[in-house]
């Protein structure tokens, strides 16, 4: 039997949660050991090519194909962990979530300070993928098993909560490492 | 007549003064009862519910009910840390509580009784109400995103500072703290050095110009968790 499989993705995030699993320094040797990777910017698969053990997504769902990456993710992985605050509470990008989403757009397109549109047309081109009208956190899409707080979430939370999962071990984390910020 | 009151806090002898409440009575013991609109400079006020023991089984807010001869109070009990803990994820979901840029994240009360009852992330659906910011003062912030409504500065203005700068206005969810005559904050005479500007136990109301003065790691609830000073009395 091969080693499980773990797939990452960056929805609406800034990819500080995927730096925060590099930043587990040395040990994505262990790492590397335990699993193999799958879909994931890390290194650069796009589609799964397997069922996988473990999804982690950092970032909420800010437009369709967000949503349809998530749910993708749902049926290709038997646990599904949100890692960071966006993905779990919206984050920095659901500031919006307030402001309706057309003067959103009227703000960064055509009536901002600095903004130089000589169209004044806001960018619809069938390629960009279609805003949804607020941030959703991933919880509110889809099933999620496991949450790992933080902005981003320490990589000793990132690398307790794997191992633990791929040992068979309760995923307890310490109250130093449940963060929100 | 005894001037002492004996009375249990899970199957513990407490003693208490006439008069005193459950809280206060605990806090002496070194039993933390978790709290958020309760201050100990303020008179109660048992707004938030978070306080909530079982008193010979009722639910009582400790901060408001005084200590009674006999009486039987259910305080750390897994029955009562789920219920707190559903009270915090509530108040979590119901204002805008961004912890990544908010400047009172690691002393901030609301995330700290998060983190002590272990909640990861709230169990229910996030609200994200539209609520106004006051920045017009000098060097003091609203931001009602953050309020949760304790009255602590309310009380704090009236009772310790004398000015009665804060008033709640509305009902249901439009309850919201306002200023004197519904001016702006600037219009009043609130100053930075009031008590109420400090004993907010969230980031809704904030000194200008010292965010983020802290680093992480060594803020307030960064190692510990909140009510560890009271529990460190245990026995002293």
């Known amino acids: ?181 | 007549m005894s001037d002492k009151i004996t009375f249990m806090i899970d199957g513990v002898e407490v003693q208490a003064q006439p008069g005193q409440t459950i809280m206060v009575a605990a806090d002496a013991a070194g039993i933390y009862i978790p709290r958020l609109c309760a201050h100990k400079d303020l008179a109660p006020f048992g707004s938030c519910r978070v306080c909530t023991v079982l008193v010979n089984g009722r639910p009582q807010s400790a901060c408001t009910q005084p200590a009674a001869e006999g009486i039987m109070v259910e305080n750390n009990t897994k029955k009562m840390t789920k219920m707190r803990a559903n009270l915090i994820e509530m108040l979590l979901v119901e204002g805008n509580h961004y912890c990544p840029y908010c400047e009172k994240s690691g002393n901030c009360e609301l995330q700290a009784l998060a983190y002590r009852f272990g909640v990861m992330v709230p169990k229910y659906p996030f609200m994200f109400p539209n609520r106004d910011v006051d920045a017009s003062h000098p060097d003091i912030l609203i931001d009602r995103n953050r309020c949760v409504l304790c009255a602590r500065c309310v009380r704090a203005s009236r009772d310790l500072d004398g000015k009665n700068v804060f008033q709640f206005v509305g009902r249901g969810p439009e309850k919201r703290v306002e200023v004197n005559a519904n001016a702006r904050l600037a219009d009043t005479n609130a100053d930075v050095t009031d008590k109420a500007v400090d004993i907010c136990p969230v980031g809704a109301l904030l000194r200008k110009r010292v965010g983020f003065e802290v680093p992480i790691g060594k803020r307030l609830y960064d190692s510990k968790p909140i009510g560890s000073d009271i529990e460190a009395q245990k026995g002293a």
């Open chain 1, 1 to 181: 039997m091969g080693k499980p499989k773990v797939a990452t993705t960056s929805l609406c995030g800034c990819f500080g949660c995927h730096m925060s699993l590099l930043d587990i320094d040395d040990r994505i040797l262990k790492l590397i050991e335990l699993v193999d990777f799958d879909k994931s910017p890390i290194d650069d698969i796009k589609e799964f090519s397997g069922r996988c053990a473990i999804g982690l997504v950092e970032g909420g769902c800010c437009n369709e194909e967000n949503v349809k990456v998530l749910q993708s993710f749902r049926k290709n992985c038997d646990i599904l962990i949100l890692v960071g605050e966006c993905a779990m509470t919206g984050g920095i990008p659901a500031m919006r979530n307030t402001i309706p989403l057309k003067e959103c757009l009227e703000e960064a397109y055509i009536n901002g300070p600095t903004v130089h549109n000589p169209s004044g047309k806001i960018p619809n081109d069938p390629e960009i993928p279609l805003l949804l009208n607020k941030v959703y956190p991933c919880q509110d899409v889809v099933k999620i098993d496991y949450y790992l707080p933080g902005c981003p979430p320490p990589a000793d939370t990132i690398w307790q909560a794997l191992v633990a999962l791929l040992t068979d071990e309760p995923v307890e984390l310490p109250y130093e490492l449940i963060k929100y910020d």
